[in-house]
């Protein structure tokens, strides 16, 4: 599989780095992972402890790549802004898998717009670009609809896998049964190369350590 990245969306101040990763065991949830899961969920909230979720600069670097193509703010809050509001409220996380428990963790710690999906469930290669006039796109109830032109979108040979920071199409989704997964760590002016490739590096060294499989960085 093939990722690439139109420059319309650079240009924007958009960063991303693209990863594959093959042949995980997503199933077996050992005291190992658990430990981890458990001291990490911990620091995260020893982290957050006096955290001002309007003031961050990363948070707000989405929202400024938001205003340049006029997305407006209400309905369109980056995942891993939502993510963070249930983390600080005490929320129940949704750690289905070990994969997503990890996405979690990594989303949480880094306030980057992190993307997880099946390789298997994709067709084709992905492609981040500009949609143009009257894309369409599958919402999480199922329902058709139309596309903002001039918002950006991972796209596959036949859909649009994820929007923006914002949705993610359910068709690829990462399960206990995924072998498989193509990951997107995704930026703003607000966010060096250098944080990217940190991040990047994290959530390579922590799926291959409990989940196994075969990295490879695909974009940067």
Known sequence: MKFTVEREVLDLGLKVIGILITNVDNKTQDEFFLTFKDKAYKALKQKYQDFDIETDMILKGFHE????INVKRRKNTPISENILKRFLKEEKMPDTNKIIS????VTLDS?????MHDIDKISGNVNLKIAGADEKYT????EIKTLNQNQYVYTDKKNIIFKLEVYQNPKTFVTETTKNIFI???GNEA???EYLMEVASEIIHLITT?????????YK
């Open 65 to 68: 790549l938001h205003k340049k």
């Open 102 to 105: 990890i996405y979690n963790i």
């Open 111 to 115: 306030r980057l717009s992190i993307g």
């Open 139 to 142: 919402s999480i109830t199922g």
């Open 184 to 186: 997107t760590v995704q």
């Open 191 to 193: 966010t060096s190369a």
């Open 210 to 218: 409990y989940c196994g499989g075969n990295a490879q960085i695909i």
